[in-house]
């Protein structure tokens, strides 16, 4: 069974920095690239960042671009997203998933995921 927790999300001030961390179980993670997503209340969820199989291919959307910064141990079966500099526009749940072609090249778009954690909620407020 195919598993991603995510976990580390919370309560911080503007300008603040949060870890986000994804375990993952039920599959062989070397094989797979794994994205981060996020939706706040009343939008659509986006991507925003994405690490390949090998590390080798690492994307990030504008918005995050130079903030944000993604990590994985394959041996560990995990995941993380550093946040730095975070904003109030930051605030959403949050969701690792699992990408369901086996690529070297990871996509920042959701409908390429298969398997989806339950999200964990970051809130960005002074």
């Known amino acids: 069974q195919v598993q991603l927790v995510e976990s580390g999300g919370g309560l911080v001030q503007p300008g603040g920095s949060l870890r986000l961390f994804c375990a993952t179980s039920?599959?062989?993670?070397?094989?797979?690239?794994i994205g981060w997503f996020r939706q706040a209340p009343g939008k659509e969820r986006e991507g925003v960042s994405c690490?390949?199989?090998?590390?080798?291919?690492?994307r990030f959307a504008e918005s995050v671009k130079g903030r944000f910064t993604i990590s994985r141990d394959n041996f560990q079966n995990t995941v993380w997203l550093q946040m730095n500099s975070l904003e109030p526009e930051d605030t959403a749940v949050y969701y690792c998933?699992?990408?369901?072609?086996?690529?070297?090249?990871?996509?920042?778009?959701?409908?390429?995921?298969?398997?989806w954690g339950q999200g964990t909620q970051v809130t960005v407020s002074s």
């Open positions: 690490i390949s199989r090998r590390s080798k291919d690492i």
């Open positions: 998933a699992r990408q369901s072609v086996l690529s070297d090249y990871c996509d920042i778009n959701p409908g390429e995921y298969d398997y």
């Open positions: 039920g599959f062989f993670l070397d094989y797979y690239n």
